[in-house]
């Protein structure tokens, strides 16, 4: 079965985000980042939702938001990664998804996680490295579960996005192509000219 897109998960700072954007632009795919689409229509920045709100809410914002971008046809996904991952979610992405794992060594993690101090709802700050480790650890049974895992403790998103390019052809995925309906323009210019 072909799949419809491209899911980017993993632990928070592994550059999800700004890879799922470079490889979008680079196939020609839409884009769908989670995060963005939660504080496009809750018009919050995602920490300041999650703080009024709470986390069973934001949660449920976010599989809302599965529940549509899953059906996308040639888009890449990026997941926010303020949770680890559960079997219902993983399912859900899966089903039309290839699902592409992101991870990086704990120091790195750290370092990333905080230059954005603030932007992460459930970041605990007062111990980034010990909350890093904890959400690595909670990541890993996902790494076998996932059809392709990439470190990017090194890497530039423009690499791992490169990197995902490289394991689409060598693996020869291919997807199915969004579906466009004919004669809109002859549908447009028969309308009749009001007055």
Same mark, same amino acid.
């Given at each position: 079965?072909?799949? =419809? ?12 985000? =700004? ?13 769908? +980042? ?20 709470? %986390? ?7 599989? %809302? ?29 899966? %089903?039309?998804?290839? !699902? *592409? ?8 993690? !750290?370092?990333? !996680? ?18 890093? $480790?904890?959400?690595? $650890? ?8 996932? +059809?392709?895992? *990439? ?17 689409? +052809? ?21 309308f009749k000219k009001e007055g």
């Amino acid at each position: 079965m072909k799949k =419809r897109n491209i899911v980017l998960i993993g632990p928070m700072g592994t550059g999800k985000s =700004r890879a799922a954007r470079i490889l979008a632009d680079g196939l020609g795919f839409q884009l769908a +980042d989670t995060d963005r689409i939660i504080k496009h229509e809750t018009g919050m920045k995602i920490a300041t939702y999650y703080k009024l709100n709470g %986390e069973k809410a934001f949660r449920k914002k976010e599989t %809302e938001i599965i529940n549509r971008v899953r059906y996308y046809h040639e888009a890449v996904i990026a997941m926010g990664g303020n949770f680890p991952m559960t079997e219902k979610r993983f399912q859900l992405l899966s %089903e039309y998804g290839i !699902v *592409i794992l992101l991870y990086a060594r704990p120091f790195r993690l !750290v370092e990333r !996680v905080n230059k954005s101090i603030g932007k992460r709802p459930t970041m605990d700050y007062k111990n980034t490295e010990k909350y890093v $480790k904890y959400m690595l $650890k909670l990541w890993h049974p996902w790494k076998k579960r996932s +059809d392709f895992a *990439i470190n990017t403790t090194l890497g530039h998103p423009a690499k791992t996005a490169l990197d995902i390019a490289r394991y689409l +052809d060598r693996e020869k995925i291919q997807f199915e192509k969004r579906h466009y309906k004919k004669n809109y323009y002859k549908k447009f210019n028969g309308f009749k000219k009001e007055g």
